[in-house]
C-alpha cells in the first residue's frame, strides 16, 4: 500500500481536523479525525473544500514524481469510494482442555 496522502485543516468548524486520503485501485478513501478523537470517521464524505485542498498536494506530489498519473486523475473526476473501517484483529480463543493431540 502507498503511503496516504495527510494534512491538517485547521479551519474546520469543529475545531482542527486530521484528513487522510488513501488510493485503492480505482478508488479515493477519505478518512477524517477530529482533534481529540480517538476514533477515525470513515463515513462523512468530503466537502469540495476538501477535494481543493487534495488537489493542491496531489499536485505538488505529482511535480517531484511522487505520484502516479492515475491518481492524480482519480481526483480531478471526484472519485468518492466510502471506507469501511479495518477490522481489528480477534482475541484469541481459549484452548479446550479436552483437546488432545496424537502425533
Not at 496522502?5 to 487522510?20: F, I, L, P, S
Not at 470513515?42 to 498536494?57: N, S, V
Amino acid at each position: 500500500m502507498r503511503k496516504p496522502v495527510c494534512w491538517t485543516d485547521k479551519k474546520h468548524e469543529g475545531g482542527r481536523r486530521e484528513v487522510r486520503v488513501t488510493f485503492h485501485g480505482d478508488s479515493v478513501k477519505w478518512q477524517f479525525r477530529v482533534a481529540g478523537a480517538e476514533e477515525w470517521d470513515y463515513t462523512t464524505p468530503p466537502t469540495e473544500e476538501d477535494w481543493k485542498q487534495l488537489e493542491e498536494r496531489i499536485q505538488n506530489l505529482h511535480q517531484r514524481g511522487h505520484l502516479l498519473e492515475h491518481e492524480r486523475e482519480l481526483v480531478k473526476k471526484r472519485v468518492y469510494t466510502p471506507d469501511t473501517p479495518r477490522k481489528r484483529k480477534k482475541e484469541p480463543r481459549p484452548r479446550d482442555p479436552n483437546l488432545i493431540w496424537k502425533d
